[in-house]
């Protein structure tokens, strides 16, 4: 909690202004819309876990302000975006984009849900075995304690 | 002089601590019944004088005695006497006594109520107890000392970050940390039942309530601290998936599973090892939880360089507390029996999907907040890793889930009847049926997922409730047998019938958000703003002097179709010590949709940034979180837990009269 | 010994976790997480043309081709700025090259006030009023450092105050090295 706090601080006092502002936005609000859709995905990378579009700093209030500027040029969506990765690197993509350093990460819990289930079907069908075979016969511990335990009840 | 005596029952309390974790173990190897009841002893003993110290500590923010390190960094004599004591835990010395003074709190319940346990069980579970109390007020003692003096004393503390001094996040850790802490009982007796190699019903009705305590507090824990990032930080979000979050998200998730696959072993005695894993799992994320998002290593590793003592202190204590029990599992795990046999349709089988995806649901989690990390540590590139990824694979995975929850509930033990199941909830289905056509008509824009995300929460709702309907047998028997039916239910099926009811509405609240209306403009005194059917009026904005802060407060009116809704005043605070400006939000929550009002900069021109925002149904995350600690705390307060203490009383009585 | 396997894969997955925890405590004196690695190394400078500070000419990329040179992002207001400039000094005389400044989105008076209270150490200050160069060095705050080849390849960059390590032990020997190439 204290990390979050301590870049929450550092937030505020790098600019006092509110994430989004007045003076921003694009006239058109379709162009708007993408803008803000874009900058919901990416970080702002002074205040590590905020998207561009949340917070206040500086940088991505500058940052706000380029994307519409590039959209209002022309730019797609997917442009923008490369724009900005050339400038900051992948980093800034709040969505990691699939490669193979990040295999793990986008497929490993789908993968494991799998095996999870593979294994959970393999508990059941032993347990199915085990359900039609004899009991296994009492280990020579399990005989001790029984004749313990019967020995008690007297 | 007083501050040395919270030092002196600090390291008194290790001492004790130090005994616990080894006489009643040795005790319990001999059946020796005195050096077992050690364990209950120290474990009562070693809270008195932890509680003691933390009321020191206390008693040193309340005084401002600056020439306390911890004081002067974190408090301020202007300071409001609330936030001089919720101070106390608001830094990391502080916070690691709360966590020690709740572990043994929990130390000395168990010893306190655990009189009827089996002697052998409750001496190996209070030393395991011991051995983290042990390891925690080493690290204090070592690395984190509170009582540390400074020479010369300064005149007035650096201050408390603003941002904290606010009631919700004051009484955040505690919850927390109740559920963090408390998830160590589960733990210790799952270590207890390794060291014994057995577990049976008994032992699981044992770890339920405690499992069900922990989960209760954290589930409050958590989403104070939602809710409190939702109306402090001014921008309306009250989820963010940031590290910190998310570390207590995960023991939540897999304290969940824990909770459900105790029932199992409880009732039909399967899934033991897999249970004692969850327990020994809860405990290990509760424990990277506290100690990653304390020493920052979760945002960056950087932090243990500050103070490689702390990082290699927390290094090994990980090691040893998650690693011994994880090697002695599997070592012992293998021969524990399974018991009772079930089909795979069934509500054992229900039960451990629910478990299959909660895990899963955790990894993702973890590999979410830490991949980025370990491909950095690993000289690999820089990734982020933020909500699109969880909205692209948390989400469907927990959906999976969610669309089982009233299923399991309707399938009998054993062998369940899928398509009888089925049926009895025509009901639900027609109710998300009735809301993903109303929903679709009536809001505006269009959201597919949304509607079906709205649709879900009510096939849960009103599943749950038609589970509860099935056993009073509503309406297929005259009222007033059903009514004395409702009354004889056990506590247990309606706290879990509150509990789904909990997960139906904070999951309503969840999908609702998808049609926030925002506006953000530049308003004059004078001006009006409409936002989905309100209209509100900036009447003026004046300067005011608070305790400790100075601050601009814009007067509010709004209004919906003329008649007045609510007068509504944000502020713009300065706090005096630290200049920092916060925002301070205007909430006006009618249950069904939060009006939400922040006041920005003045362009200097007698104009102010004001952005406002209308969000429906909102405040029912918070309240299903709410509705599902009620279900947990309705179920602890059931009779059978009492009930199966006293027969396995009488039966370890009768055991120990044998002997 | 098949049948046990599962139950050891929570103690191996732990153990590989240790392992990280134990690679990050280690590398962490050496390596700090929140640094961004540039992705603008290695690639060639941006191109611009800046105005000067007050009636003083500004300089564009064309002034720097064929020769290696330092660039320094600054701001009259920032604080962290105001500790470097010192060593900015040093390093203008020990590198023997050329040390230009970019004043990111700063009024120009208070750059000129900043300049002469502490003396300026850049042969040549650009103003960069809105921040738009900075995005295109991939900037995010000041002070920012970076050094250019004479092909024009940004080959260091440096997103935090200089430090006397980082000038004697990174940058002036890549500066020797690049003058001979």
């Known amino acids: 909690m204290r990390a979050l706090l301590a870049l929450l601080l550092m937030v505020w006092m790098t600019a006092a202004a509110l994430a989004v502002e007045p003076g921003e936005r694009l006239d058109d609000p379709a162009l708007e819309a993408r803008a803000r859709a874009i900058s919901a995905g990416l970080r702002c990378l002074v205040c590590q876990n905020q998207s561009l579009d949340d917070s206040n700093a500086e940088l991505a209030h500058d940052l706000r302000v380029l994307i519409r500027e590039r959209l209002r040029d022309g730019d797609s969506d997917e442009q923008v975006r490369q724009f900005l990765v050339s400038r900051y690197g992948a980093f800034i993509l709040l969505k990691p984009p699939v490669e193979r350093d990040t295999y793990l990460l986008w497929f490993g819990p789908f993968a494991l849900l799998l095996l999870g289930a593979a294994g959970v079907v393999a508990y059941l069908r032993r347990r199915g075995r085990a359900a039609s075979m004899e009991p296994p016969p009492l280990t020579p511990e399990e005989r001790r304690k029984l004749a313990k335990l019967l020995s008690e009840g007297r | 002089m007083i501050a040395e005596l919270g030092h002196f029952s600090l390291a008194l309390a290790l001492m004790l601590a130090l005994v616990q974790s080894v006489a009643p173990l040795v005790g319990a190897a001999r059946s020796n019944l005195g050096l077992m009841a050690l364990g209950g002893a120290t474990a009562i003993t070693q809270f008195a004088l932890v509680a003691l110290a933390f009321a020191v500590l206390a008693h040193a923010y309340v005084i401002s005695d600056f020439s306390l390190a911890t004081v002067a960094e974190n408090s301020h004599s202007t300071k409001p006497l609330l936030y001089k004591i919720t101070g106390v835990w608001g830094n990391h010395e502080g ?5 020690v003074l709740i572990l043994s709190l929990f130390g000395a319940a168990v010893a306190w109520f655990g009189t009827s346990l089996p002697p052998d069980l409750r001496a190996r579970v209070l030393a395991v107890q011991g051995m983290i109390g042990a390891a925690f007020l080493a690290f204090i003692l070592f690395t984190s000392n509170p009582f540390l003096r400074l020479s010369p004393a300064p005149l007035d503390g650096q201050g408390m970050n603003p941002v904290l001094q606010d009631i919700g996040l004051a009484i955040h850790p505690p919850f927390l940390y109740l559920g963090y802490v408390g998830f160590s009982v589960a733990f210790a007796f799952a270590v207890a039942a390794l060291i014994e190699g057995r577990v049976d019903a008994a032992w699981a009705r044992w770890v339920r309530p405690w499992t069900l305590a922990a989960w209760c507090a954290l589930t409050i824990g958590i989403a104070l601290g939602s809710w409190w990032a939702y109306y402090t930080l001014g921008w309306g979000g009250w989820w963010y998936w940031d590290p910190v979050e998310n570390a207590s998200f995960m023991p939540w998730l897999v304290g969940t599973a824990l909770l459900h ?24 994320l509760s424990l990277i939880g506290t100690f990653l998002v304390r020493s920052g290593v979760l945002v960056s590793v950087h932090a243990f360089a500050v103070d490689p003592a702390r990082g290699a202190f927390i290094l090994v204590l990980l090691a040893v507390a998650i690693g011994g029990p994880l090697i002695l599992y599997a070592i012992r795990a293998p021969s524990f029996q399974g018991g009772g046999l079930f089909a795979p349709i069934s509500r054992e089988g229900a039960l451990i999907l629910n478990n299959l995806v909660l895990t899963v649901c955790t990894f993702t989690v973890f590999v979410g907040t830490l991949w980025p990390l370990f491909l950095d540590a690993m000289g690999g590139g820089k990734i ?19 669309v089982a929850v009233p299923l399991g509930p309707l399938l009998g033990w054993k062998r369940g009847d899928l398509l009888a199941a089925l049926q009895r909830l025509m009901v639900a289905a027609g109710a998300a049926l009735v809301v993903a056509v109303a929903v679709a008509a009536i809001a505006s824009p269009a959201h597919a997922l949304a509607t079906a995300g709205l649709a879900l929460a009510a096939w849960i709702g009103f599943g749950d409730l038609s589970e509860w309907a099935e056993r009073v047998q509503l309406l297929r028997v005259p009222l007033r047998t059903s009514l004395a039916r409702a009354r004889h ?19 309503a609240g969840i999908a609702a958000s998808a049609w926030d209306q925002e506006r953000i403009e530049i308003m004059h005194p004078g001006e009006s703003l409409a936002i989905s059917g309100y209209a509100a009026r900036l009447d003026k904005v004046e300067p005011i002097q608070g305790p400790n802060y100075t601050a601009d407060r814009a007067t509010f009116t709004v209004t919906r179709e003329g008649a007045l809704v609510a007068t509504m005043r944000p502020e713009r605070r300065l706090f005096t010590v630290q200049r920092v400006p916060t925002t301070f939000t205007a909430i006006h929550s009618d249950l069904l949709s939060d009006f939400y009002v922040v006041l920005g900069e003045s362009d200097g021109k007698g104009g102010w940034t004001v952005r406002i925002y209308e969000k429906p149904l909102v405040p029912w995350i918070w309240l299903g979180c709410g509705v599902m600690a009620l279900g947990g705390m309705v179920s602890l307060s059931d009779r059978r837990w009492r009930v199966g203490a006293a027969v396995r009383s009488r039966r370890a009585t009768a055991a120990a009269a044998g002997d | 010994m098949l049948r046990r396997l599962p139950y050891l894969l929570p103690a191996v997955a732990f153990a590989a976790l240790l392992g990280y925890f134990l690679a990050a405590l280690l590398k962490s004196e050496t390596h700090d997480p929140s640094e961004l690695p540039s992705v603008m190394l290695d690639q060639p400078a941006p191109d611009f043309a800046l105005e000067g500070l007050g009636d003083k000419p500004g300089f564009a990329r064309s002034d720097l081709a064929g020769k290696v040179v330092l660039v320094n992002f600054f701001a009259s207001w920032c604080v962290p700025c105001r500790a470097e400039h010192p060593l900015l000094a040093r390093l203008a005389e020990t590198a023997g090259v050329p040390l230009y400044g970019i004043d990111y989105k700063d009024k120009p008076a208070d750059a000129e006030r900043f300049l002469s ?8 200050v650009g103003v960069d009023p809105k921040g738009r160069l900075g995005i295109d060095f991939g900037v995010t705050g000041v002070p920012e450092t970076f050094l250019i080849d004479k092909s024009g390849k940004i080959r260091f960059h440096r997103a935090l105050p200089l430090t006397p390590e980082a000038i004697d032990k990174e940058i002036l020997p890549l500066v020797q090295a690049l003058q001979k190439s």
Do not use: C, N
């Open chain 2, 95 to 99: 916070s690691m006594v709360l966590w």
């Open chain 2, 261 to 284: 696959s105790a029932i199992v072993v409880e009732k039909r005695d399967a899934l033991k090892t897999w249970t004692i894993l969850l327990a020994i799992l809860t405990f290990a």
């Open chain 2, 384 to 402: 982020s890793v933020g909500y699109p990824f969880f909205d692209w694979t948390f989400v469907p995975l927990s959906v999976l889930l969610l």
């Open chain 2, 489 to 507: 239910l056990p506590r247990g099926a309606y706290g879990m019938t509150l509990a789904h009811l909990g997960v139906a509405i904070t999951v």
């Open chain 3, 117 to 124: 209270q502490y003396g300026s150490p850049f042969r040549t």
